[in-house]
């Protein structure tokens, strides 16, 4: 464990999944496809709280014989939140399987999240874009895997008006990963992958629209920086400060937040970039850390305040600094 320290709207598919994969792959991903494109079909016609309450428990059935990822989340919790006892964590460790289940339930009746169950936020929210955008330069969009992080980006992209591009580990089936992209471009949410997809992160700024990524995935050594997160350094992408840097647009934090069985959003106070940024040096690389640094602080913030609806599945901590 690591020390603690001080236009039109078209779907797109981020990466080219599955393009060199052998024949018996592809079928087995198409049939894969097929039963879940079944069961999706099926889950669509139980109630929404019906479909949460059954998935729910299904997922902390799972979880109770998955001894791996228990111990990942457990771990971290541990690290997180050193003045926890054992059966503070057990709670959050169950809540954290059943989380899955409900975002499940959630992203299949997706559709239903309009009227009144907007989150109340939205109007607010709707706002805050609007000012930032104002000045031609796009919104920025820190956020995490919190709650129902994917709900979020579909609810945002309906109720904005304004297309919504997020960066996303594509799926291993390719299959659902373009039936995913699909869903989420019906709600004005546009998929980006890395690499390229930054030269279309700036496209998408400079025409007034929104660039959402989620920060709180460990990236491996030299593709990061080492910020602390919950005191401890993590190696955190400073993609999200280039951008900022490069396009003079604000870093806006928003996260999902369940209250209850309604969907919330905490908004937090847009990060400017720093004016007249080297192209290269160490003055840009401290400020690039310091961004990202600011940028990890908010989703910590978040994370504290519904600390059961992180993804604590993920081994956020996973690379160390040189020597430690």
């Not at 709207?9 to 981020?14: D, E, M, T």
């Not at 990963?177 to 546009?190: P, T």
């Not at 025409?207 to 460990?218: I, K, M, T, Y």
């Not at 990061?224 to 806006?252: E, N, Q, Y």
Request: hydrophobic share 45%.
């Amino acid at each position: 464990m690591p020390p603690r320290s001080g236009g039109e709207v078209v779907a797109r598919v981020p990466v080219k999944a599955g393009k060199n994969d052998p024949p018996w792959k592809t079928a087995a991903d198409a049939v894969v496809y097929l039963l879940l494109r079944l069961v999706w079909a099926l889950a669509r016609a139980v109630p929404l709280g019906a479909l949460r309450r059954g998935l729910e428990e299904i997922a902390a059935m799972i979880g109770r014989l998955d001894r791996r990822h228990r111990r990942v989340i457990d771990g971290n919790l541990s690290l997180a939140f050193p003045e926890w006892d054992e059966k503070r964590r057990e709670r959050a460790v169950t809540a954290a399987f059943r989380n899955w289940g409900r975002i499940a339930a959630e992203v299949i009746h997706a559709d239903e999240f309009t009227g009144p169950r907007m989150p109340a936020e939205m109007a607010e929210l709707r706002r805050e874009v609007e000012r930032l955008a104002a000045g031609g330069r796009g919104v920025l969009v820190v956020t995490a895997h919190l709650a129902n992080f994917e709900l979020l980006a579909r609810v945002c992209g309906r109720a904005t008006g304004r297309r919504i591009w997020v960066f996303h580990r594509p799926l291993k089936n390719r299959f659902a990963d373009r039936f995913l992209s699909r869903q989420r471009a019906a709600a004005n949410v546009m998929s980006l992958g890395r690499g390229l997809d930054v030269r279309e992160a700036l496209r998408a700024l400079e025409r007034g629209e929104v660039v959402a990524a989620p920060l709180d995935q460990n990236q491996p050594r030299g593709h990061g920086v080492f910020v602390d997160f919950f005191g401890v350094p993590a190696c955190t992408s400073t993609m999200l400060a280039r951008l900022s840097v490069a396009s003079g647009a604000a870093v806006l934090p928003v996260f999902a937040q369940w209250r209850g069985d309604a969907l919330g959003i905490m908004i937090g106070s847009a990060i400017e970039p720093p004016p007249g940024v080297a192209r290269r040096g160490a003055e840009r690389a401290t400020a690039l850390r310091d961004l990202t640094r600011r940028y990890t602080a908010e989703i910590e913030a978040a994370v504290r305040r519904s600390p059961e609806q992180w993804n604590w599945a993920h081994r956020r901590w996973k690379t160390r600094p040189e020597g430690e």
